[in-house]
């Protein structure tokens, strides 16, 4: 694994600050799972070996320009001699550069579609404009909409500040919870157009496509909340459908999912007694109208 002694290795060969030390809101997360720092290592150590190659480039254009200009009595070279070597140089070097992108980059793509071991599964299904979770093997199901807040204050003429409002438009009326150090595998599809599920701190974005299911997944070594969006267009609310993921100790966990499992034990029981009174007053209503 990239880890952030190669980095700042590889800063200090550039003659460039260390990329560990770089810490914006405009630059890619670390993340809080394995994959997502790998990722993050990437993308520091393709981004420094471009501004390696941007230095050298320029750097030969700019003296090229100064130290051979015409005021200088420089004169083109009119003959264009051809040179193998030179053109060997210039063609293996990239060469030779694109693959040591390209090997550790495809490990991590491999380690990121492996989906084996799943300690937890959960079923997610894209619709206009919202998300539904299934615990699958768990009877835990929910939609999870834009909160209440956030969608009040979004509306025309609200007469809300959106600054005023806390997390605003990254908040839901439902999370997703899960365990810490747990592999939790998501199947993702739609059931209307195509959606996509991004969650930035875990390195996951994948389409959820109608008809289709494709599958990721994330084991976060960290407790907190993590928050991410739809980022496929998927209609005219595509900008109010956000994710949010709370994740829990696994001792929170068993007794988030026993609380669902009761309240959904509760509602099955609660809707029982109505079925069976409209069944049985059903031959009755029958005779009343025959009559």
Same mark, same amino acid.
């Given at each position: ?30 993340? @809080?799972?394995?994959?997502?720092? =790998?990722? /993050? ?66 490990? *991590?793509? @491999? ?5 084996? $071991? ?15 979770? =299934? ?21 025309? /003429? ?13 908040? +839901?009326?439902?999370? +997703?919870?899960?365990?810490?150090? *747990? ?7 739609? $059931? ?11 390195? +996951?974005?994948?389409?959820a496509i109608p008809g289709f299911i494709n599958e990721a997944w994330f084991k976060s070594e960290k407790i907190g909340h993590y928050t991410g969006q739809c980022t ?29 499992? %009761?309240? %959904?034990?509760?509602?099955? =029981?609660?809707? %029982? ?7 049985? $007053? ?10």
């Open positions: 694994m990239l880890n952030r002694k190669v980095l700042s290795a590889l800063g200090v060969l550039l003659g460039a600050a260390p990329a560990v030390a770089y810490d914006s809101s405009y630059n890619m997360p670390v993340g @809080v799972t394995q994959i997502a720092r =790998e990722v /993050h290592s990437l993308h520091m150590i393709v981004f420094w070996i471009c501004v390696a190659i941007a230095v050298a480039v320029f750097g030969a254009m700019i003296y090229s320009i100064i130290a051979f200009r015409k005021s200088k009595g420089a004169v083109a070279d009119t003959t264009m001699l051809h040179s193998t070597i030179v053109e060997v140089i210039w063609t293996t070097i990239p060469v030779l550069i694109l693959v040591g992108m390209a090997v550790p980059a495809a490990k *991590t793509l @491999v380690r990121m579609d492996d989906t084996r $071991n799943a300690e937890l599964s959960i079923k997610i299904t894209g619709y206009q404009w919202k998300w539904q979770y =299934e615990y699958l093997g768990k009877g835990i199901s929910f939609y999870s909409s834009l909160g209440a807040e956030s969608n009040y204050a979004r509306q025309l /003429h609200s007469g809300i500040d959106p600054n005023t409002v806390k997390d605003y438009l990254l908040e +839901v009326d439902h999370e +997703v919870v899960v365990p810490v150090d *747990t592999k939790v595998r998501l199947l993702l599809t739609a $059931n209307d157009v195509i959606h996509s599920w991004w969650v930035p701190d875990f390195a +996951v974005k994948k389409d496929e267009l998927c209609g005219r609310d595509h900008g109010f459908m956000p994710i949010v993921v709370n994740v829990v100790s696994k001792e929170d966990f068993a007794r988030w999912v026993a609380d669902q499992q %009761a309240a %959904a034990k509760a509602a099955a =029981e609660g809707a %029982a007694p109505t079925a069976t009174t409209a069944t049985t $007053n059903a031959p009755a209503a029958s005779a009343a109208a025959a009559r």
